[in-house]
């Protein structure tokens, strides 16, 4: 059965360092989406993705984050100056026509 | 406030027992998911309901769209149960998914 794969599993870095989580959606469906989970706490939403371009952020998507589709296969994230507090699980997703959401198992970055 | 509430918020079991996580949302849906999260934090999809009842082997979702609730009930509970049951809803069709605080569950042998 075809599912969402990101990499990698557990990231650390560095505080102020970039990092860029990978996502390869499922290969027919069209939205794409970003949320991640503070330990502890309920999944949060960052950003909702479709044709190509960004179809809705929340509040926590600012400008430290940005998103791509660079190849037609690939979704990545990417935080470019990490700070402690973007520590989190954080989870990619796809969709399609009458289905739920398909997520990935989860990228659980560490900032130190 | 919340937009999507549970409970309860967590809950311990027997193995054999009956189980229902209740779920209520303040906001119009296109459609509700119910979710379940392991230790290891993958999220899988369970059930996606707009209307009435679905049944997957030993779980079966309720939904009552005038009274903005759902239900999740497990028939004869196992440990292998045992996982954060999240309930989370889409306002409008692939729209994002708004996620409830989730139930943590044990299943005691």
């Known amino acids: 059965e075809p599912e969402v794969t990101q990499t990698p599993s557990h990231q650390v870095t560095q505080m102020g360092q970039e990092v860029i989580l990978r996502c390869v959606p499922i290969?027919?469906?069209?939205?794409f989406y970003w949320y991640r989970q503070i330990l502890g706490q309920k999944v949060e939403f960052l950003v909702s993705?479709?044709?190509?371009?960004?179809?809705?952020k929340s509040e926590i998507f600012d400008d430290q984050f940005s998103v791509e589709r660079p190849d037609g296969s690939n979704f990545t994230l990417k935080i470019r100056s990490t700070k402690l507090e973007d520590s989190a699980m954080y989870f990619c997703?796809?969709?399609?026509?009458?289905?739920?959401?398909?997520f990935g198992a989860g990228t659980r970055l560490s900032v130190l | 406030k919340n937009e999507v509430e549970q409970s309860p918020q967590n809950l311990t079991a027997q193995e054999g027992e009956f189980i229902t996580i209740n779920c209520s949302y303040s906001?119009?849906?296109?459609?509700l998911h119910w979710l379940q999260q392991h230790p290891g934090g993958g999220i899988v999809s369970l059930f996606m309901?707009?209307?009435g009842k679905k049944k997957h082997g030993r779980l079966i979702a309720t939904i009552n769209i005038q009274e903005k609730h759902s239900s999740l009930h497990i028939t004869a509970s196992h440990p292998r149960d045992s996982a954060v049951y999240i309930c989370?809803?889409?306002?409008?069709?692939?729209?994002?998914?708004?996620f409830g605080p989730g139930t943590s569950l044990s299943v005691i042998p």
């Open positions: 997703a796809s969709i399609t026509t009458g289905q739920g959401p398909n």
């Open positions: 290969s027919n469906h069209l939205y």
């Open positions: 993705f479709y044709n190509n371009e960004i179809s809705e």
């Open positions: 906001v119009g849906i296109s459609a």
């Open positions: 309901l707009s209307s």
């Open positions: 989370a809803v889409e306002k409008t069709s692939y729209d994002k998914v708004i």
